[in-house]
């Protein structure tokens, strides 16, 4: 069973604008902090975004003032709005659920194992 599915990843000038959306209405194992990590081969994952059950959010510095993440809590939809694309945001984008209690400020300093993970979807920004 896929429990998080995520969607809206593609290809971009820098400069442009994406919406990413997960799915998260087949996840039913906890309610804690959900977030977006990235990835690109060799090198580590890390943790971009993060939202909270209060609606608090953190953010990587990397992405402040860029990328807006929001949870429609009933539908249990995880977006991350990414404006103003950098080639360095190329990467594979993955939907998180926090698999302990954290809060957004914790979270995306956690390591990969201590959340469940979605299959990614891929942003790719040129230049």
């Known amino acids: 069973q896929v429990q998080l599915v995520e969607s809206g990843g593609g290809s971009v000038q820098a400069g442009g604008s994406l919406r990413l959306s997960c799915d998260a209405s087949?996840?039913?194992?906890?309610?804690?902090?959900m977030g977006w990590f990235r990835h690109v081969p060799g090198k580590e994952r890390e943790g971009v975004a993060a939202i909270d059950s209060d609606g608090s959010t953190s953010y990587a510095d990397s992405v402040k003032g860029r990328f807006t993440i929001s949870k429609d809590n009933a539908k249990n939809i995880l977006y991350l709005q990414m404006n103003s694309l950098k080639p360095e945001d190329t990467a594979m984008y993955h939907c998180v659920a926090a698999l302990r209690p954290m809060t957004a400020i914790q979270a995306l300093g956690v390591r990969p194992e201590y959340y469940y993970w979605g299959r990614g979807t891929q942003v790719t920004v040129s230049s």
């Open positions: 087949r996840y039913t194992y906890s309610n804690y902090c």
